[in-house]
Nanobody
Framework: QVQLVESGGGLMQAGGSLTLSCVFS????????MAWFRQAPGKEREFVAS????????YYEDSVMGRSTISRDDAKNAVYLQMNTLIPEDTAVYYC????????????????????WGQGTQVTVSS
């Protein structure tokens, strides 16, 4: 069974940067598309960024595009999300997700029943 463990959250200052990490186990990492989602208090979970198993294609939600980078290291079975110029609206629980690449060829921008999830890591951005 695929397991995902996120780390790197915490209390951040507006304008600062962070890097979230997610370690994958229980499967062949290179066969999975990976994504980050987030859920702010009182809001639904939303897509943040994703990267295909090849590592060559990435997608970003509009509000983080240009100040965020998703990357993966297949040697470490890990995916990362670097976010710069943090704003209070980035405050949320950030979740790592994995989807088998052979199931869905569409851009990984929405969650579905094929996804595996981590437990989440809290990011709080103070102004």
């Amino acid at each position: 069974q695929v397991q995902l463990v996120e780390s790197g959250g915490g209390l951040m200052q507006a304008g600062g940067s962070l890097t979230l990490s997610c370690v994958f186990s229980g499967g062949t990492f290179s066969l999975y598309n990976m994504a980050w989602f987030r859920q702010a208090p009182g809001k639904e979970r939303e897509f943040v960024a994703s990267i295909k198993n090849s590592g060559t294609t990435t997608y970003y939600e509009d509000s983080v595009m240009g100040r965020s980078t998703i990357s993966r290291d297949d040697a470490k079975n890990a995916v990362y999300l670097q976010m710069n110029t943090l704003i209070p609206e980035d405050t949320a629980v950030y979740y790592c997700a994995a989807r088998p690449s052979w199931i869905d060829e569409n851009p990984y921008t929405t969650a579905d029943e094929n996804d595996f999830w981590g437990q989440g890591t809290q990011v709080t951005v103070s102004s």
